[in-house]
């Protein structure tokens, strides 16, 4: 079993910065895909940005230019560094990773796995 524990979050003004960070804890196997998603109440979940195992980044629209994500392999961990925050970013933020296991026989399947959250917030 895996444990993805966010942290970072809080109050910030507009124009600041946060820093978000998640750590897999567990079993943890090949990590294949790591996410940021955000989700307000009654709102679906959104992609905020991702990065593949082979380090290939892919961001919102509304967040790039100002947000970066990066991860640490070897410390499974995974970050998001957000610049010139704005109101709208207020959110829930959530750690998404996508892990691939192996049966018996040796064939991959793949287990989804999710932070509970961390609040950020952006006053105007």
């Known amino acids: 079993h895996v444990q993805l524990a966010e942290s970072g979050g809080g109050l910030a003004q507009t124009g600041g910065s946060l820093r978000l960070s998640c750590a897999a804890s567990?079993?943890?196997?090949?990590?294949?895909?790591m996410a940021w998603y955000r989700q307000a109440p009654g709102d679906q979940r959104e992609l905020v940005a991702n990065?593949?195992?082979?380090?290939?980044?892919n961001y919102a629209r509304s967040v790039k230019g100002r947000f970066t994500i990066s991860r640490d392999n070897a410390e499974n961990r995974l970050s998001l560094q957000m610049n010139s925050l704005k109101p709208e970013d207020t959110n829930i933020y959530y750690c998404?990773?996508?892990?691939?296991?192996?049966?018996?026989?040796?064939?991959?399947?793949?287990?989804?796995?999710w932070g509970k959250g961390t609040l950020v917030a952006v006053s105007s």
């Open positions: 567990g079993t943890v196997s090949q990590i294949n895909t």
């Open positions: 998404y990773a996508d892990l691939i296991y192996y049966s018996d026989y040796g064939n991959p399947y793949a287990v989804d796995y």
């Open positions: 990065v593949t195992g082979g380090g290939n980044e």
